[in-house]
């Protein structure tokens, strides 16, 4: 470099700069010497060009920013050699005055520095501290650097170990749409989109039905394809417990947690428009969606009803599958709601996960064990948390155990877990799956399919969920749960009639 | 569907598919969400260039301009189903003319007046049902 005799000084700047990044590690002594050396040429230039005074105090000029640029790359280097060596954690302290900074930028490089420190702690960490410390610092820059409550941060933390989770929730997932077979075929479609200048593809392989749109020039929810019902948006997680459910013609369906009917409309459309389907919600607002939904996407065989779910099977029982997409906390879909991040409390970690096992029971009772062709439930979730989703599939089986756990037929998920955190559940809690954001690229989301072998409702679970509903109204005081409950303790009594 | 017996009158909210509602003075009217059953067995029909699409898909009526077929003998004021090219069922209105006098028209006069069509799933989804 500096022998290379080039005559421009910036060409001999830049092929300096080339070297700095491949010998990063050497790049203090590097530095030293290019230094003389820069200084000679600039000596020799001078020599050769005393006329132009211009070009003498652009070399000095130059030379002073090179000479800066060396002692910045010498402080970078130390710092550098300082994280090699060790990362120290701030002392508790220190911890507290920098909660209340908010520079995100000493908060993200913290975070990596803990991740890098994790990752190799036999050489890197500070033993007389310990793991928890740095996982306990790492969650509070995650909550910080997300805009996480520290309490979901710690929740979401502990389940996935993985930054990667937090990354994907700050990016929307793909926009897809499901084809609806009823009024069309997938290559119909696409190709009439394709012209009104929508650039699209087939989801993947497991699903024949749907497609990702990476742009278009039109709106896609106001297009005449889209108006006329030959297809509805909806995320690619939503397919699965469809698929899962493996809905047949003719049969007698319950889908209890319906709006806003995407997943009812895919029911009808695998099962031809034959059979019937009830859709049910508890929200009247959301049912109106619903019901535009379904009369635009041509489904005729539905009838929609407004009940809560619990009620079931009281008003209506003896159906051959039953789809209970329960409602949860939406931790698999953050980055469609961001609010999750921190208006969801301890709290609500207790009630949603009882209103879920509720709503299990009563799916469960509601299907009809003889039928022919069905006798399976399908739960699932768009959350990723282990309470709302093998916890209540884990206390199903056991309050239910006329029921077992049967695969889901999908190719592709992570299995569920069979043990967390000192919990163990059943081995067949394997047969469920999860889907995650930073894997799979499609909303978090849990799928477990249960198959039921015979109507008896066992008679000593009965009065232990009585006397768990009982605790559920001590929970929420609000004078609809007792009339809820009065009419559940009919429905179990005359259940329990010979 | 005689099974949906069993849910209670406040509860039940839509059965099958909603053909229409009847109006204060008895009559009844068709909703778009009978489109299917009308296209189906539709007499006359207008198809609707693609540059008239999203002008009839917006509440206006159609006009001559627009029309790229027409079921030929179809007389004034008859109940019209309307199609785009791709034969995708849009709504449905009546005739303003028979399809001789059409051929008169100037090319921004109002051929089949609306009554119906698919947009009203976005427009008018709250007050639909």
Known sequence: ???????????????????????NGKKADLFDSTDDESINLTEKKGIKNTTENTIVMRSERLEAKQKHDAALAEAELQANMKQTEMFVLPSGQEGEDEQTTTDLQV????????????????????????????????????????????????????????????????????????????????????QALVNRGVNLEPIGKWSKVGLTVFDSSVPIGATPEYLAGHYILQSASSFLPVMALAPQENEKILDMAAAPGGKTAYIS????????IF???????????????IHRLGVRNSVVCNYDGREFPGVIGGFDRVLLDAPCSGTGVISKDPGVKINKTEKDFMILPHLQKQLILAAIDSVDAKSPTGGYIVYSTCSVTIEENEQVVFYA??????????????????????????????PALSLT??????????????????????????????AKIIAESELWIKVDNSGDAGQLMKERKEIFTRLMMP | MRRATSVGRDRLISLGVCFGKFTKTRKFKLHITALDYLAQYAKHKVWIKPNGEMSFLYGNHV??????????????????????????????????????????????????????????YLRDEDSMF
């Open chain 1, 1 to 23: 470099m500096g022998t290379s005799d080039s005559d421009e000084l910036s060409t001999d700047e830049m092929s300096l700069d080339d070297e700095e990044v491949e010998n």
């Open chain 1, 107 to 190: 908060v993200h490089q913290r975070i990596q520095n803990i991740i890098r420190t994790l990752n190799n702690f036999k050489e890197l960490g500070d033993h007389e501290r310990g793991r928890a410390e740095y996982i306990s610092q790492l969650t509070k820059d995650v909550a910080i650097y997300y805009g996480y409550s520290e309490f979901m941060a710690e929740k979401l933390f502990h389940l996935f170990s993985a930054i990667e989770f937090f990354e994907a929730n700050e990016v929307a997932r793909p926009v897809t749409i499901r084809t609806n077979t009823i009024r069309t075929r997938r290559r119909d479609l696409a």
């Open chain 1, 269 to 276: 459309a695998l099962m031809k428009n034959s059979g019937m």
């Open chain 1, 279 to 293: 859709a049910n919600d508890a929200s009247k607002d959301r049912l109106k969606a619903l019901v535009a939904n």
């Open chain 1, 397 to 426: 089986l056991k309050k239910r155990p006329n029921v077992k756990l049967v695969s889901t037929g999908l190719e592709f998920g992570r299995e569920g877990f069979t043990k967390y955190r000192g919990k163990i559940f059943s």
């Open chain 1, 433 to 462: 799956r999860r889907y995650y954001p930073h894997v799979h690229n499609m909303d978090g989301f849990f799928v477990a399919k249960f198959k039921k072998l015979s109507n008896k409702i066992p008679s000593t679970s009965t």
């Open chain 2, 63 to 120: 006009l001559k301009a627009h029309i790229g077929r027409i079921t030929e003998d179809t007389p004034e004021h008859q109940g019209v189903v309307i199609y785009s090219m791709a034969d995708v069922p849009l709504g449905f209105g009546v005739t303003a003319r028979n399809t001789i006098d059409i051929r008169k028209l100037q090319p921004t006069d109002i051929v089949v007046f609306h009554q119906a069509d698919v947009g009203e």
